[in-house]
């Protein structure tokens, strides 16, 4: 636990500062020189102390390095973590000091948060925003290099004989010396990638990891082995060399449009990134909504729920000028109404299937990286569990009664037009009912994305249980 070297008091890093400061006696210290004016061993800088609060709700749990208790979980929303422990953990080799202040950050928040109009009012609750923690998360950092001869292929039109077409075919030789240091991911399976990948860290601002910027924080324990997230490292690292020796024509000239670098991983160290974390609970279901702001740069990344009565107030609002538009300009066909009616179902029916398959990849973690390392030899999780998953990746997930509603509305609109209704009444109303199937479509969909921002209260393995059981 961290002292005071003065007079033995809790103390605490300052973000204003970035200096740990005593409250008791006042006292201000640098941090980087602490471990040395303490004369901790080496053998105690690798081993990192602390107090584990584990949630009695869902059994997540957070790390102290002071006296300080925990009153509210991140991951569930509960009001108090009261079992703990004290536990020694391997240390990281890197940490980013927090560099903005809580209240920078719910400023931040809150600013994102007034700018949706959509929004539901218990997300604009002060007390619910006070629930801000401030977590050192960890993360892989990877440091990968080429240096050498990459090869790649290429080929260039020659000439035509007949039915045949004749290319000549080049090797592209690139002298490159390329090193990427600082690509990170996170190491917390219960972290959705998502959320990380939202708000990026400069690694650069990293320094060697020390004990002292802990106090005033908490910590998460890392659960994804650093070797999960090797090949995307080395994926994101061609990505970028590619774009690069694109600018070259001569890859141009010879159709090499995707040229290749060999990286290989040279090194992989764990750091403590600082982030802070809200968890704010719907309080008509068993929900949470999460927010996540990087300690670092003040970057807001959250779960923005719509409220549909918020929703139908504003689109009547902006429906009301485009109607008085609508009146001036010269009179438009019947037919040309049911024409509007589909196109508007057809662009509905797309963005409610583009919603349904996002909510799919969500409750499967498909692109959660960490999660299925770690939950890889469990079984799949299905938010249905009246349907067995089945292989392949399917587009099409949608529920059948929402597709009749889409059929429907298509069908109804097309009657009078294939059927050359003489009578102009047959058309409107046509166009009513279809554009009435329109509007619950849409209520669809504003489920649907609520769904999507929305997260299960965690029911973690301390506990037993499934978060879909």
Same mark, same amino acid.
């Given at each position: 636990?961290?002292?005071?070297?003065?007079?033995?008091?809790?103390?605490?890093?300052?973000?204003?500062?970035?200096?740990?400061?005593? %409250?008791?006696?006042?006292?201000?210290?640098?941090?980087?020189?602490?471990?040395?004016?303490?004369?901790?061993?080496?053998?105690?800088?690798?081993?990192?102390?602390?107090?584990? /609060?584990?949630?009695?709700?869902?059994?997540?749990?957070?790390?102290?390095?002071?006296?300080?208790?925990?009153?509210?979980?991140?991951?569930?929303?509960?009001?108090?973590?009261?079992?703990?422990?004290?536990?020694?953990?391997?240390?990281? %080799?890197?940490?980013?000091?927090?560099?903005?202040?809580?209240?920078?950050?719910?400023?931040?928040?809150?600013?994102?948060?007034?700018?949706?109009?959509?929004?539901?009012?218990?997300?604009?609750?002060?007390?619910?925003?006070?629930?801000?923690? @401030?977590?050192?998360?960890?993360?892989?950092?990877?440091?990968?290099?080429?240096?050498?001869?990459?090869?790649?292929? @290429?080929?260039? /039109?020659?000439?035509?004989?007949?039915?045949?077409?004749?290319?000549?075919?080049?090797?592209?030789?690139?002298?490159?010396?390329?090193?990427?240091?600082?690509?990170?991911?996170?190491?917390?399976?219960?972290?959705?990638?998502?959320?990380?990948?939202?708000?990026?860290?400069?690694?650069? *601002?990293?320094?060697?990891?020390?004990?002292?910027?802990?106090?005033?924080?908490?910590?998460?324990?890392?659960?994804?082995?650093?070797?999960?997230?090797?090949?995307?490292?080395?994926?994101?690292?061609?990505?970028?060399?590619?774009?690069?020796?694109?600018?070259?024509?001569?890859?141009?000239?010879?159709?090499?449009?995707?040229?290749?670098?060999?990286?290989?991983?040279?090194?992989?160290?764990?750091?403590?990134?600082?982030?802070?974390?809200?968890?704010?609970?719907?309080?008509?279901?068993?929900?949470?909504?999460?927010?996540?702001?990087?300690? *670092?740069?003040?970057?807001?990344?959250?779960?923005?729920?719509?409220?549909?009565?918020?929703?139908?107030?504003?689109?009547?609002?902006?429906?009301?000028?485009?109607?008085?538009?609508?009146?001036?300009?010269?009179?438009?066909?019947?037919?040309?109404?049911?024409?509007?009616?589909?196109?508007?179902?057809?662009?509905?029916?797309?963005?409610?299937?583009?919603?349904?398959?996002?909510?799919? %990849?969500? %409750?499967?973690?498909?692109?959660?990286?960490?999660?299925?390392?770690?939950?890889?030899?469990?079984?799949?999780?299905?938010?249905?569990?009246?349907?067995?998953?089945?292989?392949?990746?399917?587009?099409?997930?949608?529920?059948?009664?929402?597709?009749?509603?889409?059929?429907?509305?298509?069908?109804?609109?097309?009657?009078?037009?294939?059927?050359?209704?003489?009578?102009?009444?047959?058309?409107?109303?046509?166009?009513?009912?279809?554009?009435?199937?329109?509007?619950?479509?849409?209520?669809?969909?504003?489920?649907?994305?609520?769904?999507?921002?929305?997260?299960?209260?965690?029911?973690?393995?301390?506990?037993?249980?499934?978060?879909?059981?």
């Amino acid at each position: 636990m961290a002292k005071c070297p003065h007079c033995g008091a809790e103390f605490a890093f300052d973000v204003k500062k970035q200096l740990v400061h005593c %409250d008791y006696c006042g006292s201000d210290f640098d941090p980087r020189n602490l471990n040395s004016e303490e004369k901790v061993s080496k053998k105690e800088e690798n081993a990192l102390e602390g107090v584990v /609060y584990n949630c009695t709700q869902c059994g997540a749990s957070l790390m102290t390095f002071d006296e300080t208790a925990v009153t509210f979980c991140n991951y569930c929303g509960s009001q108090n973590m009261i079992e703990d422990k004290i536990t020694k953990q391997m240390a990281p %080799d890197y940490i980013i000091p927090f560099a903005k202040s809580q209240e920078e950050c719910i400023k931040n928040y809150k600013r994102k948060l007034f700018s949706f109009f959509f929004s539901p009012s218990y997300m604009k609750d002060d007390v619910i925003v006070k629930k801000f923690r @401030g977590i050192y998360m960890p993360y892989g950092v990877y440091k990968l290099n080429f240096h050498g001869d990459a090869v790649n292929s @290429g080929e260039k /039109y020659n000439h035509r004989s007949g039915d045949y077409v004749y290319y000549d075919d080049y090797a592209i030789h690139a002298d490159v010396d390329a090193t990427y240091e600082g690509i990170s991911f996170d190491l917390i399976s219960k972290y959705y990638d998502h959320y990380s990948h939202a708000i990026p860290f400069n690694f650069k *601002q990293a320094v060697p990891f020390n004990s002292s910027y802990l106090p005033g924080f908490y910590a998460d324990s890392r659960d994804v082995e650093i070797d999960t997230y090797c090949g995307d490292a080395i994926q994101l690292a061609a990505e970028d060399s590619s774009r690069f020796l694109l600018k070259n024509k001569t890859f141009r000239k010879y159709s090499c449009n995707n040229p290749k670098v060999p990286f290989q991983v040279e090194d992989k160290k764990v750091a403590l990134f600082p982030v802070y974390f809200l968890a704010t609970k719907n309080p008509k279901n068993d929900t949470i909504h999460y927010a996540v702001i990087n300690g *670092q740069t003040g970057k807001v990344a959250a779960d923005m729920p719509i409220s549909f009565v918020k929703y139908i107030i504003v689109s009547i609002i902006i429906a009301i000028p485009i109607y008085i538009l609508l009146l001036g300009l010269p009179v438009i066909l019947p037919s040309t109404i049911d024409g509007f009616a589909i196109v508007v179902t057809i662009i509905s029916f797309i963005l409610c299937n583009i919603e349904t398959n996002a909510c799919y %990849d969500k %409750d499967e973690h498909t692109n959660d990286k960490g999660f299925r390392a770690v939950h890889k030899d469990d079984t799949e999780i299905i938010t249905d569990t009246s349907k067995k998953k089945k292989k392949g990746k399917k587009i099409f997930r949608m529920k059948k009664e929402n597709v009749l509603k889409y059929v429907g509305a298509v069908v109804i609109s097309l009657i009078p037009i294939l059927t050359h209704m003489v009578s102009d009444v047959f058309y409107y109303i046509a166009a009513m009912i279809s554009l009435l199937l329109v509007l619950w479509t849409f209520l669809d969909l504003v489920q649907l994305h609520n769904r999507l921002v929305s997260n299960p209260i965690p029911q973690l393995e301390k506990r037993g249980g499934d978060e879909h059981e």
